[in-house]
């Protein structure tokens, strides 16, 4: 099963400070000696090398020039692009508001023909009215403090959200049954929101499990994951966006998928779930 969601862009950062160490030590230079070289304060080459500061391109050019391996700079550089990538914080990536990502991502899921989502906290966020989504959204802005451009950020949800009505996508798609009554907007807007459930998933494309108050766990709840065909998992922390791209990994997420969605209910008990939280909005 999955444990921490960070392991990937640890183990990523790891690997470039690991071979830059290789880099400096077949050099036959100490750690003070290539600080030296690089014009760095001795500390530096130290943090970078116990992947305790992530170098800049810069950083990697220097240490590589220092340690006559300058054709090994530009893989690295690649390489460390790739490990930042990984993991990046909320506040970092909503720091012009949430439109932005919205629209950044929507050619990922344009291009992805299955989508499989597991949501313990907030109904997904291609399956959202404008009404949740705002009381999300403006919700998600308060407690971050980043600029609020909430209703064009609803609207570029709700443009990205196309790909379930349009285009060659299959969803398969797992709610803890508690989401259903986590209210992030008011009632009518919950009820809305609810609603829209029943209908979206008779849609043939859409497949949407609820995992019950009271099933037997084979896999305990995890933090929500957004699987993108085979090639990608995005799971959401309280402080950052982490993608997970090695296969090994992903496999590890599509394996949990797999076993939540056998102690899903799916069907008719999912109407009925639904409708009982609808009944409890009264």
């Not at 862009?9 to 830059?20: G, H, K, N, S």
């Not at 049954?177 to 919950?190: I, K, R």
């Not at 296969?247 to 779930?273: M, N, Q």
């Amino acid at each position: 099963m999955p444990t921490s969601p960070l392991s990937t862009a640890q183990a990523a950062r790891m690997a470039i400070a690991v071979r830059l160490d290789e880099i400096r030590r077949d050099a036959g230079l100490t750690g003070h000696e290539l600080a030296h070289r690089c014009g760095w304060h001795k500390s530096k080459a130290s943090r970078i090398a116990r992947a305790k500061t992530a170098p800049s391109d810069a950083d990697i050019r220097a240490w590589c020039r220092a340690c006559d391996a300058e054709d090994q700079a530009a893989d690295l550089i690649a390489a460390s692009r790739t490990a930042e990538s990984m993991y990046v914080q909320w506040r970092q990536i909503h720091r012009d508001g949430m439109r932005r990502v919205h629209e950044k991502t929507l050619p990922l899921y344009q291009r992805t023909t299955h989508f499989r989502v597991y949501a313990s906290n907030v109904v997904p966020g291609m399956l959202q009215t404008a009404a949740y989504a705002t009381g999300l959204l403006r919700s998600i802005t308060t407690f971050q403090a980043t600029p609020d451009d909430v209703a064009d950020a609803v609207q570029a949800r709700l443009h990205r959200s196309r790909v379930v009505h349009k285009g060659n996508h299959q969803f398969a798609l797992l709610l803890e049954e508690a989401v259903l009554y986590y209210q992030v907007c008011d009632a009518p807007a919950m009820a809305e929101q609810l609603r829209y459930l029943l209908d979206v998933m008779s849609r043939p494309n859409v497949s949407l499990g609820i995992i019950p108050f009271t099933a037997r766990r084979t896999v305990w709840p995890l933090e929500a994951f957004y699987a993108f065909d085979n090639a990608q998992v995005a799971v959401e922390t309280l402080t950052a966006e982490v993608n997970i791209t090695a296969p090994g990994e992903i496999r590890t997420y599509l394996k949990a998928f797999a076993e939540l969605s056998a102690i899903a209910v799916h069907g008719p008990d999912v109407r009925r779930r639904i409708v009982r939280a609808m009944e409890s909005l009264d």
